[in-house]
T-cell receptor, first 114, second 112 residues
Framework: SQKIEQNSEALNIQEGKTATLTCNYTNYSPAYLQWYRQDPGRGPVFLLLIRENEKEKRKERLKVTFDTTLKQSLFHITASQPADSATYLC?????????????FGKGTKLSVKP | SQTIHQWPATLVQPVGSPLSLECTVE??????LYWYRQAAGRGLQLLFY??????ISSEVPQNLSASRPQDRQFILSSKKLLLSDSGFYLC???????????FGSGTRLTVV
């Protein structure tokens, strides 16, 4: 069955550094991958979508890569700020995307210290 | 602009009592609608999704049910709650397959 792993439950970094979060998946080839941010007690907020034919995508201080050979996506936040502290979730389409549903990783909790 | 409303924000219910959580979307037509549950320390679990009025698909067998009586209304129900039903329930919508989801603010359900 499809499996998503975000291999760090928590990541602590210093303000101004680049945070790098990892999402690995097994047992299928998704057409796209998405990243979300979730603050405590709130619903996730969509950040970025990257398709299988895109190697990299950027949005302001965010950068996402998608390596379909390694079956891995990396999510980078450059010049991190304490306000970036949150849990970040990766999500992939269910059953290869034919039904449009998403399955989510458990998330990585990022803490940016001033 | 599109908005999603979900209520109530918190709910404490005794075991065996019924449940009804409501979600409505504004500013869009024919959205795909979803119910997810997030238990403590666990990821988001898809419970139900709907691509149209009266069309409900269940992902996880359980004592919950869902209904979509109107295009932009999605309801999660239970006739008798279990302790294991406790969690953070999130409604979401999307327009396109493969598009980002917009989540509601969630309902924190505690079954006692």
């Amino acid at each position: 069955s499809q499996k998503i792993e975000q291999n760090s439950e928590a990541l602590n970094i210093q303000e101004g550094k680049t945070a790098t979060l990892t999402c690995n998946y097994t047992n299928y080839s998704p057409a796209y991958l998405q990243w979300y941010r979730q603050d405590p007690g709130r619903g996730p907020v969509f950040l970025l979508l990257i398709r299988e034919n895109e190697k990299e995508k950027r949005k302001e201080r965010l950068k996402v890569t998608f390596d379909t050979t390694l079956k891995q996506s990396l999510f980078h936040i450059t010049a991190s700020q304490p306000a970036d502290s949150a849990t970040y979730l990766c999500a992939l389409p269910n059953y290869g995307g034919s039904q449009g549903n998403l399955i989510f990783g458990k998330g990585t909790k990022l803490s940016v210290k001033p | 602009s599109q908005t999603i409303h979900q209520w109530p924000a918190t709910l404490v219910q005794p075991v065996g009592s019924p449940l009804s959580l409501e979600c409505t979307v504004e500013g869009t037509s024919n959205p795909n609608l979803y119910w997810y549950r997030q238990a403590a320390g666990r990821g988001l679990q898809l419970l139900f999704y709907s691509v149209g009025i009266g069309q409900i698909s269940s992902e996880v067998p359980q004592n919950l049910s869902a209904s979509r009586p109107q295009d932009r209304q999605f309801i999660l129900s239970s006739k008798k709650l279990l302790l294991s039903d406790s969690g953070f329930y999130l409604c979401a919508w999307s327009v396109l397959t493969g598009g980002g989801y917009t989540f509601g603010s969630g309902t924190r359900l505690t079954v006692v």
